[in-house]
């Protein structure tokens, strides 16, 4: 019984971290899902979103403006590794790792120091809610309407002629460029927005725990990417509307989950193995069923 009571006794406290962690899942869906570019960049864009809003917050800026300014250094990163991997021909994977390892010293450099504290700065929460800025459901409640707001304008565009396109380059990059699609600028484009989807949520996070960290991003993809593959499980992805709910609920029930295993008793330091585990099964579990189980996979092996 005291378990179920602490879970129930941490379900805002997760659903607002989901809200915000949401943002990095609808970055890591974008490339992957939409543009069929594999890309890793979420994993740095996430805390260099945190420490420019950081430091520019502990510099007196608007804490709105400061969100802003992370968002578009976000958006800079996603582009440099969109354009890399178009003008050097380099894997779309190794490209994102070499723009993330980069963002760890330009973190480093942006604040001066491994960590910023800005419990005592305002945030987009104290001028929003000011005394209860700190209660969860005031988090939930400004986050929330922030997230639909970005849902409704991610709809909006890949309903559109210009999301259609780009939908049409991860679908088929010969086939749009034989209609006209600038498949370049369309990739730069769709991985800076996701990049910059994760600064966001970045800069949101900073001002949710109180401080900047230049390793708050550690893992932070891993678990994007399990929230999305949870989502897509819920939601399926036959249509955009679909596609697009998949990583809110599925960061939504993600958090949750591991909220309830952490109550159970599950060690926080056995965490990203089982979170790897997972996602490893689900993306496997398609090609077993399709192999017809481990009996072909042996016969395979012996031949």
């Known amino acids: 019984m005291d378990v179920f009571n602490s879970f129930y006794g941490l379900i805002p406290v997760t659903i607002a971290q989901s809200l915000i962690v949401s943002f990095v899942v609808l970055g890591v869906m974008l490339p992957f899902r939409i543009l069929n570019f594999p890309d890793l960049t979420s994993e740095g864009a996430f805390p260099l979103g945190g420490c420019v809003c950081g430091t520019l917050i502990t510099a007196g800026v608007n804490p709105f403006l400061a969100c802003f300014i992370a968002l578009l250094c976000g958006f800079a990163a996603g582009c440099t590794t969109a354009f890399i991997h178009l003008r050097f021909k380099i894997n779309t994977l190794l490209a994102g790792i070499l723009v993330m390892t980069m963002l760890y010293s330009i973190n480093l450099r942006i604040m001066g120091r491994t960590n910023i504290p800005l419990f005592t700065y305002d945030t987009v929460f104290t001028i929003l809610a000011g005394p209860s800025a700190n209660f969860p459901w005031t988090k939930i409640l400004i986050v929330g309407l922030l997230v639909a707001l970005v849902l409704g304008a991610m709809l909006y565009f890949f309903m559109s002629e210009k999301g259609t ?28 927005v996701a990049s910059a989807l994760s600064a966001t949520g970045g800069s949101i996070m900073v001002q949710t725990q109180g401080f900047a960290d230049v390793n708050m991003g550690f893992g932070i993809l891993i678990n994007g990417l399990a929230a999305l593959i949870i989502g897509e499980a819920i939601t399926g992805r036959q249509t955009i509307l679909r596609q697009v709910l998949a990583p809110v609920i599925g960061s939504l029930v993600y958090y949750q989950l591991i909220s309830f295993c952490l109550t159970l008793g599950l060690a926080p330091a056995d965490l990203k193995f089982a979170t790897g585990a997972f996602v490893l099964l689900m993306l496997a579990l398609p090609n077993l069923r399709r192999s017809g189980g481990g009996v072909q996979i042996r016969e395979k092996i012996r031949e």
């Open 165 to 192: 396109a780009m939908r049409a380059v991860g679908a088929s990059p010969d086939m749009a460029e034989a209609q006209g699609i600038d498949v370049g600028t369309a990739t730069i484009i769709g991985v800076g």
